[in-house]
């Protein structure tokens, strides 16, 4: 594949496109200061949608972003978003009869979705981490851990291993556990289980919990040993209680997301043989990627599978986790071609994706790399976290 060589990685350009673009426009065009939270969506041209419901993902994602602004920056502005989405989460998320968070709310603050989604407990724990260390409100740690036994006393699956994908707001058991509407209906995800990961991670770097750490050590091993298909590189994404596949998609976001995530988690860890499989499953699903899913103009080849299927739409998410993954891969390898795949992701997100105009980005782009206009700026899905992680995780790998 032909880059360009030349090109280069400034730590300054990333931290630019947080802090003069991301972080003022999710802090000066979501927040709800009528009804509290955040709007439940914004158009492509920023115009308000607030009949479309609020999730819990995206409130914990926008507390995750901005606590760790908060921290990066000691910006009172930030802390002051990041308040914002820690009253909503502790309060109107969340369920004072069954405890747990709640999937999805209307504009009112009144559930729609009750449902306890493990994925959306998984993104509060990650909230409630960050917004600790950036405040150092402890009720918001302990809201952490109590979350996280709510997970392990229902979720926890004590035969097979890991956590079931989704249950009632009694914590009983669902027939159609699915995530999303794209989703299959299955037992146990990759998609799931890879943010509970996450969140223990960052859960565990605040609080040594003995069946926390354990609960890390087995997540990170099923992503070793049956998630990770060590010869492909690539992951295996649906599950039944059993850990038998019930599919064969690939998803090329989520492999190069995983490939950095997995070694944060390992490292939290602090345990030498589990850093070094990680690193070494780190290498290899970004070669993968970088084989199979890498264009010479550095967009990213979404979803695919065997038989022949391709999702040539673009993802905004996969190219923000794409321009980290391989920049951690060269980290680790040295090889060169790995960091040129970073740059070239970077530039193509700089060209197609950002909204020089309106702000922030552009969350999907059809298959020639244009805006897909109805497709919503912010939304249930459509959050901050990944491209402002982006910019925090090179701003601090290339200052390093």
């Not at 509060?124 to 952490?144: F, H, K, R, V």
């Amino acid at each position: 594949m032909q880059m360009n060589s030349a090109a280069r990685l400034s730590a300054q350009e990333f931290e630019s496109e947080l802090i003069r673009n991301i972080l003022p426009f999710w802090a000066n065009n979501t927040l709800d200061r009528e009804n509290g939270g955040f709007y439940g969506a914004l158009s492509s041209s920023n115009e308000i949608n607030n009949k479309i419901e609020r999730s819990a993902v995206l409130c914990g994602r926008i507390l995750w972003t901005f606590s760790q602004a908060a921290l990066k920056y000691q910006q009172e502005a930030h802390l002051d978003v990041a308040k914002w989405a820690h009253q909503y989460l502790a309060s109107r998320f969340w369920d004072d009869t069954f405890e747990g968070i709640y999937w999805s709310l209307d504009r009112e603050g009144k559930p729609v979705m009750d449902r306890k989604h493990t994925y959306a407990q998984a993104f509060a724990i990650y909230g409630l981490t960050a917004y600790t260390q950036a405040s150092q409100d402890n009720a918001a740690l302990e809201l952490a851990k109590r979350l996280f036994h709510l997970i392990d006393t229902h979720t926890y699956d004590p035969v097979y291993g890991g956590n079931i994908e989704c249950l009632s707001r009694e914590w009983t058991m669902l027939e159609d556990m699915r995530l999303s509407d794209k989703d299959l209906n299955s037992s146990k995800s990759m998609n799931t289980l890879l943010h509970l990961t996450e969140a223990y991670a960052a859960l565990a770097v605040l609080w040594k919990d003995p069946l926390l750490l354990q609960r890390l050590e087995e997540l990170v091993d099923l992503f070793f040993e049956r998630i990770i298909d060590s010869k492909t590189g690539h992951q295996l994404l649906f599950f039944d209680n059993k850990w038998t596949s019930l599919s064969n998609h690939i998803s090329y976001g989520h492999d190069i997301e995983t490939s950095w995530l997995l070694l944060e988690a390992a490292q939290a860890l602090g345990d030498p043989q589990r850093i070094q499989k990680a690193q070494s499953l780190s290498v290899k699903m970004a070669q993968a990627v970088y084989d199979e899913a890498l264009a010479e103009d550095g967009s990213i080849l979404y979803e695919a599978s065997p038989d022949g299927y391709k999702e040539l739409s673009k993802q905004w998410w996969a190219h923000a986790e794409a321009v980290v993954g391989f920049y951690n891969a060269f980290q680790l390898s040295g090889k060169e071609h790995f960091y040129q795949a970073s740059v070239t992701v970077w530039d193509y997100i700089q060209s197609h994706f950002i909204d020089h105009k309106g702000g922030d980005w552009f969350k999907l782009l059809d298959q020639y790399g244009n805006p897909v206009l109805t497709h919503t700026k912010a939304g249930p899905w459509d959050c901050p976290y990944h491209h402002a992680r982006m910019c925090m995780e090179m701003t601090c790998r290339l200052d390093q």
